[in-house]
Nanobody, 119 residues
Framework: QVQLVESGGGLVQAGGSLRLSCAAS????????VGWFRQAPGKEREFVAA???????NYANSVKGRFTISRDNAKNTVYLLMNSLKPEDTAVYYC?????????????WGQGTQVTVSS
């Protein structure tokens, strides 16, 4: 099975950028579809973006045009570049992996990283 560790969160002003990393170990990340999710206080977890094992991407409408998901096979890592951040992007961000193409539920999860966007 694969283990996932997120990093790169922090405090940033509105309009700024952050790049989150999801480092995989135990298995090759290119064998999985990797998704990013977020959960704000008092809200349900929501889908942000995903990078399939075949190389296709998918984004939530709320982040389309601002966030970019990418994969570095050599580093066994999936990234989420977040530009033009808004206060409503504040949440704990999680990466998840699954061997299915576009899973509805992901089997493997990281511990999360906090992103706070100040206005």
């Amino acid at each position: 099975q694969v283990q996932l560790v997120e990093s790169g969160g922090g405090l940033v002003q509105a309009g700024g950028s952050l790049r989150l990393s999801c480092a995989a170990s135990g298995r090759t990340v290119s064998s999985y579809t990797v998704g990013w999710f977020r959960q704000a206080p008092g809200k349900e977890r929501e889908f942000v973006a995903a990078f399939s094992w075949s190389g296709t991407t998918n984004y939530a409408n709320s982040v389309k045009g601002r966030f970019t998901i990418s994969r570095d096979n050599a580093k066994n890592t999936v990234y989420l570049l977040m530009n033009s951040l808004k206060p409503e992007d504040t949440a704990v961000y999680y990466c998840a992996a699954d061997s299915r193409f576009w899973p509805t539920n992901y089997n493997y999860w990281g511990q999360g990283t906090q992103v706070t966007v100040s206005s």
